[in-house]
Every structure is written in structure tokens, then in C-alpha cells.
């Protein structure tokens, strides 16, 4: 079961294997070497934000989503404590499209889309289309690990492919530049944009 309740007890376990007290290194990469425009930007299942507080810095007007509410709490802290102007909400993020439809220029994925069960992944595809403006753009880092089981659960490229190329342009997904050790080779970089609405 991997409900609010299973990732809040995760964090209190300290078995939150997946932290890596900073911004994963794929998205300093890309932020060094791509100019991309700023705009509104989500960050799903951000956990304690350092990914969001990275594009925060780059000028993105971010708001980062989680369920685990321990983990918003450490997030709005972080923010106040580094003067970030990103802010963080406990959300599920199924739930965002009440509340945020058409909202957003990006979306920004790493390790939310492998904390879901695959049985929600087409789910997640149309809250992604909702929540983003017309020609919004997700920025995300996949886990293309192939062990069986999870969380985190594998997806091959060619599944990510099969589930949003009916709603998303993919212009690239490529292997990730920069992976931590431990992920190198299991990780994927792919920026999608919103096709139809
Ligand atoms: C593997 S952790 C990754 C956290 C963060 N992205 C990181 O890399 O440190 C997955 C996160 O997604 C959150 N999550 C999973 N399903 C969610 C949902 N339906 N709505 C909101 N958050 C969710 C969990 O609470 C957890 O913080």
C-alpha cells in the first residue's frame, strides 16, 4: 500500500533511502546548460524540496506538492531558512487538478512517478495534461531501473513513451547526464510538451 500514511512512516523510519539532502544532479546539469524561460513550476512528490528550491533559484515561481506532511513542513522551513521564494502545499497530487488546472508552464518529475503504483501511471498522465498550461512542458528525470517489484517501480523508455506520447510532444529522452552513482545507467531525462488540451 503506498498511501500518505506508508511515505510518512518512510520518513519517520528514516528508511527514506531516496534523499539525497540535495537537488539531484541530472537537474544542475540541465539548469547550467539550458536556458529555459521562467515560469510556474511543480514539482510532485518533492519530499523535502530540494529540487524544487534548485529551480527556485534559477527564477521559477515554484510550488512543490507531497502528501507526506512531516516533509512539507521540513520544505516551507528549508525555503524560509535559504530566503527561497518557492513554497510547498501537502497535496495528493491526483487531486491538483481541482485546484490548479491550466496553472502551470512546467512540471517538474523525479521520483514521484516510480513512488506510484503503474496502475495509476495513465492517472498521472492526465493530471499532468490538466494541471499544465497549453503548451506546458514536463521536465523529468525517469527510474528505468528493470528489478521487478517497487516502490520505486521500473519503466522502460519505451513504456514512458506509450503513456504520454498521446497527450505530450516528446521532444527528447535521453540518459541522463550527471547520475549519482548508484542510479548511473537506471536513469532517463525526457522533456514532453503538452499536444493537445
Ligand atoms: C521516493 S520519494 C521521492 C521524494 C523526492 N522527490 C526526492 O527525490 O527526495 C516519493 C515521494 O512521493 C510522494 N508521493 C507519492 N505518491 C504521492 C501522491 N499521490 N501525492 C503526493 N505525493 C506523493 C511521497 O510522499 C514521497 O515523498
Known sequence: ???SEYWEQRYQDGTDVWDLGQAVPPFISLLESTALPPGRLAVLG???GYDALLFAEYGFDVIGFDFA???ITE???LAEATESSAKFLTRDIFDLPNEFEGYFDYLVEHTCFCAIYPAQRPAYVQMAKSILKPQGEIIGLF???NRPG???FG?????IREYFS????????EPAINSIPKRQGEEHMGRFRVIKK
Open 75 to 77: 520544505a516551507n522551513a
Open 1 to 3: 500500500m503506498t498511501n
Open 150 to 152: 517497487g516502490p520505486p
Open 46 to 48: 518533492c519530499g523535502r
Open 69 to 71: 506532511n512531516s516533509v
Open 155 to 159: 519503466v522502460t523508455t519505451t513504456e
Open 166 to 173: 498521446n497527450d505530450f510532444e516528446i521532444r527528447s529522452l
Open 143 to 145: 527510474f528505468t531501473h
